[in-house]
């Protein structure tokens, strides 16, 4: 089964303070994209970064940048100099590129940025 | 910000009774999805539909039945709704022709069935 794996339930950080987020997922295959998500409390589902398996560079996004391991089926998620605003679930997730397009899911980070 | 309406956006019903959730999309994309968002599971895909009348089930399709009979609308429908089926459901969609990987979300339905 294709699974993603956030073992950090809850998390907080100091604002301006570095925080890393944790993900791994499980997949046979070799082709698909990985994804961070953020759910503010408005509940909208928000594309932070986006990773191409394929492409040995990680992805970055102004103070978002990722760690991916594809050898170990890492993608962590680290956000620079945190603000009050990047308080949210995080959700990890990926998708294959070919076959059946089903994004799957992590179970979600609780972030909670400290004044 | 793509097109997707999701309606109703709340509602509260009983146990037994059916439910149908609309998803609309503005974007004539290909592939829409209905996801259930539950604390400590993430979001769980239900069924999802790759064209007009293509379904296929998701890894929590048990009690939920879908239509697609336009590009723009797929329907979630609970049969006879039962408690632990309380839960937000988010529509979601994606274009294979400018294909990122990416999925655009509704802004979510929260059901109470009591």
């Known amino acids: 089964a294709q699974t993603v794996t956030q073992s950090q339930p809850e998390m907080s950080v100091q604002e301006a303070e570095t925080v890393t987020l944790s993900c791994t997922y499980d997949?046979?295959?070799?082709?698909?994209?990985l994804f961070w998500y953020k759910q503010p409390p408005s509940r909208q589902m928000i594309l932070v970064i986006r990773?191409?398996?394929?492409?040995?560079q990680n992805a970055t996004e102004n103070r978002f940048s990722v760690n991916f391991q594809k050898a170990a089926k890492s993608f962590s998620l680290k956000i620079s100099d945190s603000q009050l605003g990047d308080a949210a679930m995080y959700f990890c997730?990926?998708?294959?590129?070919?076959?059946?397009?089903?994004?799957?899911f992590g179970q979600g980070t609780r972030l909670t940025i400290n004044p | 910000d793509a097109g997707i309406t999701q309606s109703p956006r709340h509602k509260v019903t009983e146990t037994g009774t059916p439910v149908t959730l609309r998803c609309h999309q503005t974007?004539?994309?290909?592939?829409m999805y209905w996801y259930r968002q539950d604390p400590g599971h993430g979001l769980r895909l239900i069924h999802y539909?790759?064209?007009?009348?293509?379904?296929d089930k998701g890894e929590v399709s048990d009690g939920y039945s879908v239509s697609r009979s336009k590009t723009e609308d797929f329907l979630l429908t609970l049969e006879s709704a039962t408690s632990s089926q309380t839960s937000v459901y988010f529509c979601?969609?994606?274009?294979?022709?400018?294909?990122?990987?990416?999925?655009?979300f509704g802004e979510g339905s929260r059901l109470t069935v009591l």
């Open positions: 979601a969609i994606s274009s294979r022709d400018t294909y990122t990987g990416e999925l655009f």
């Open positions: 997949t046979s295959e070799s082709d698909y994209y």
């Open positions: 990773q191409e398996a394929y492409k040995q």
């Open positions: 997730a990926y998708i294959l590129v070919q076959g059946a397009q089903k994004l799957v």
């Open positions: 974007e004539n994309h290909r592939y």
């Open positions: 539909s790759y064209g007009v009348k293509d379904t």
